[in-house]
């Protein structure tokens, strides 16, 4: 699982394997436990907020962002079981079988490209960069229908700022993993593979754009992009690359697999905009899942705040 769980900490760092470590982080985890103790409350809470912790699979220490909607989150259920993850199958219900056994460990993330730091980062070293957050986001996908989902992360900025892009980096390209054996879409042509996105560089930066690795209180569910994804808010869901292995910097516009597939329905930029029709059918609506009744979409999927990033341009060209 991610990070460490409780039970870990207690078995191996807090009893028998004391013995192992440092004098002051002995006591200092005596300390914990003999608090844990006294208080009755669990060791799991006595644990500061800035300190992941995955006990069991739950996510403790998570701040809750003001960056969260206040509307109704979509069922688990439906979350975990009708998703787009075509590495797995382009049938919405079967990511969730098929990617069961998907191993999320060990992972490593190449940062490549137009940057200073360059490097190749375990996934975990990823995660405790920065405190995990709860973001609860509107989530419309390019075919109609919507969710809103408590994820669990912290701005892709706080990777961004770590690793130094140089100055000639305008834009990011993330990409998924490639591996057929594990991902049986990935044997077909149904696109082109890995699966590539990207962001201009502004984008990338904008604090709500997320760099994700769990929801609902839980690691990512595999079939939701686990160990790492991105999540953009503002844009149709495609652009939100799952299990990327590699972060790279570069001063052309990437080309995203979808715009790959089909350059007529698919752009770079795709902000959802319910004034620009797929060519194939209407955006101006969506259906949340779990409800009936269609629901009007908001420009920038109601993320208003982005709007400055594009000020000047025109977003029917640019779709
Ligand atoms: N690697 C990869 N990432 C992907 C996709 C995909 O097929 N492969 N589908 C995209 C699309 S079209 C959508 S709508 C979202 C769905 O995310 P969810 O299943 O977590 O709701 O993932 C996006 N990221
Ligand atoms: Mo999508």
Not at 41 to 52: D, F, K, N, Y
Not at 57 to 80: C, F, H, M, R, W
Not at 90 to 112: G, S
Not at 184 to 209: F, I, K, S, T
């Amino acid at each position: 699982m991610l990070i460490k769980k409780a039970e870990d900490i207690l078995s191996s760092e807090i009893t028998p394997k004391s013995l192992y470590l440092n004098r002051r982080k002995f006591l200092a985890g005596a300390a914990l436990a003999g608090a844990a103790a006294a208080t009755g409350a669990g060791l799991r809470e006595l644990i500061a907020p800035s300190t992941t912790v995955f006990a069991g699979n739950k996510i403790n220490g998570i701040q809750k962002s003001p960056l969260s909607t206040t509307e109704a989150v979509t069922p688990y259920k439906d979350v975990t079981n009708y998703n787009n993850y075509y590495e797995f199958s382009t049938e919405k219900d079967e990511p969730a079988k098929l990617a069961q056994k998907f191993r999320t460990r060990p992972w490593k993330v190449k940062i490549d490209g137009l940057v200073e730091k360059k490097q190749e980062l375990d996934v975990d070293a990823i995660i405790k960069m920065a405190p995990p957050e709860e973001r609860i986001y509107r989530h419309r996908c390019v075919e109609g229908w919507s969710i809103v989902v408590p994820w669990i992360g912290f701005s892709l900025s706080e990777l961004i700022k770590r690793v130094n892009p140089t100055s000639k980096a305008t834009f990011v390209e993330f990409t998924t993993i490639f591996d057929p054996g594990q991902m049986p879409g990935q044997m077909r042509n149904v696109l082109e593979w890995p699966y590539v996105e990207g962001l201009r560089m502004d984008e990338a930066m904008h604090p709500l754009a997320l760099l994700c690795f769990g929801m609902y209180g839980e690691d990512l569910p595999n079939q939701d992009g686990a160990p790492l994804r991105i999540v953009v808010p503002w844009k149709y869901g495609f652009k939100s690359a799952k299990a990327i292995v590699k972060i790279h910097f570069t001063d052309k516009q990437p080309l995203n697999t979808w715009n790959i597939s089909a350059p007529r329905e698919y752009g770079f930029y795709s902000n959802v905009n319910p004034n620009v029709d797929h060519p194939r059918w209407s955006q101006a609506k969506e259906r949340r899942l779990g409800e009936f009744l269609k629901r009007p979409t908001l420009m920038f999927n109601g993320y208003d705040q982005v709007a400055s990033l594009y000020s000047g341009m025109d977003l029917k060209k640019n779709f």
